[in-house]
Structures are given as structure tokens and as C-alpha cells.
């Protein structure tokens, strides 16, 4: 029954921990992050992702620039770059662990130590992707937010919105957590404890006497 449990703990979480990897990786590149539409022109619409802004005009023209400088990006996009590849990283060095530490991996089926603890540190480092992941695109959904209700700025100024990497993003990170928690709550062993049975005094053998106390004999 526990190995039951834990065999489908850890297919469950690797499932979701692959799912949010890949999830990442394509937040990490596409041009979505933040998206803007022109009231002049409405068939022009503006996305901006980590890497570059893209343009897309009607009939399905597409124009993409990089960003100039690193060191000119404001400072949420220079740190998210920093941190998606650093997601992206640790979701792969998770993968990697926690591969052979899954149940059904015959090279090191005889050695249950060290499959627990390839394990357990495959799920805590999908566990700290997707924080690196959630960080980041939480911060530069809180920055798109106060500036698309800041008051300083005159309304016929457009405002950026929510791209859909943003949301795709919180969905990479919820997994990659989830699943690392999975991997890592997996690793628990299910021993039945028995309980102690307390020794019972054996009865003298047959034709011993014990001796009497000095103070059993009456004089």
C-alpha cells in the first residue's frame, strides 16, 4: 500500500514539476509579458517580453526588436532575466536528480538510500524553481499594475496590460512547486511501528526456593 502511495506521488509530481519546467522555459523567451493597444490605431498591437518588443500589425505582420542595453532595462526585467534562467536551470538539474530517486529505476534499485536523497533534492530544487519563477512575475505584474493607475499620468497616455506570459508564468511556478512538494513528500517511509510488549516475569522454576529475608524469621 505505501509503495502504491508513493509510486503515484512521484509520477503525479514529476508530471507537474516537467509540465511547469517547460511551462517556464516559454515564459522565460516569448515576447508577452506586457501587451499594448493604441487607441489610434487599433490594429497595431504592442508586446513586450524579457528579451525584446514585438509589433503586431493587421494581416499578421509580426516585427520584433531586442532590447538596446541590459544595463538600460528597468530593474524588474533586468532581475526577472536573471531569475527565469535561473528557474530554468534548476528545473532542469531537478529533473535530473529526481529521475533516478523514482520508483521503477533499476540502476540504483539497491541502494534506497541514496534513491530517497536523489529524491529529495530533485523535488527541492523543482521547489526552488518555481519560486524563482513566481518571484519575477509577480513583481513585473505589481509594477504593470501601479503604473496602469498611476494618476501622474494623463489618460491619453496608453497603458500597458497583463500579457499572457504573466499568467502562464504563475501556472509554471504553482506547478513547479507543487510537484517538488510531491517529489518531496514522497520520499517518506511507512514503517508499521509494533508496539513494545513489556517482558513478564518469569515464575521460579519448579523446586526452587528463594531464601527467606533476616526479617522473616522469627525467633
Not at 496608453?158 to 512547486?177: D, I, K, N, S, Y
Request: charged residues 15%; neutral net charge.
Amino acid at each position: 500500500m505505501g509503495g502504491s502511495w508513493r509510486a503515484k506521488a512521484q509520477a503525479g509530481g514529476m508530471l507537474l514539476a516537467l509540465l511547469g519546467w517547460v511551462s517556464s522555459c516559454v515564459t522565460t523567451f516569448v515576447p508577452l509579458w506586457k501587451s499594448l493597444s493604441l487607441d489610434l490605431n487599433e490594429l497595431e498591437v504592442w508586446t513586450m517580453g524579457l528579451w525584446q518588443v514585438c509589433i503586431a500589425r493587421e494581416e499578421g505582420v509580426v516585427e520584433c526588436r531586442a532590447h538596446d542595453s541590459f544595463l538600460a532595462l528597468p530593474p524588474e526585467l533586468r532581475i526577472s532575466r536573471l531569475l527565469m534562467c535561473l528557474s530554468n536551470g534548476l528545473g532542469l538539474l531537478g529533473a535530473l536528480l529526481a529521475t533516478p530517486g523514482l520508483e521503477g529505476w533499476t540502476p540504483c534499485e539497491d541502494k534506497p538510500g541514496l534513491k530517497r536523497r536523489l529524491l529529495l533534492a530533485g523535488g527541492a530544487a523543482f521547489g526552488t524553481a518555481g519560486m524563482a519563477t513566481l518571484a519575477p512575475v509577480s513583481w513585473v505584474a505589481y509594477n504593470t499594475v501601479l503604473d496602469f493607475w498611476d494618476s501622474t499620468v494623463p489618460d491619453i497616455v496608453p497603458r500597458w496590460e497583463f500579457g499572457e506570459a504573466t499568467f502562464l508564468g504563475w501556472f509554471a511556478g504553482a506547478f513547479l512547486a507543487a510537484g517538488g512538494l510531491l517529489l518531496a513528500c514522497s520520499t517518506r517511509t511507512t514503517r508499521a511501528s509494533t508496539p513494545l510488549v513489556p517482558a513478564c516475569r518469569q515464575p521460579p522454576a519448579a523446586g526452587h526456593h528463594p531464601l527467606p529475608k533476616p526479617a522473616d524469621l522469627v525467633i
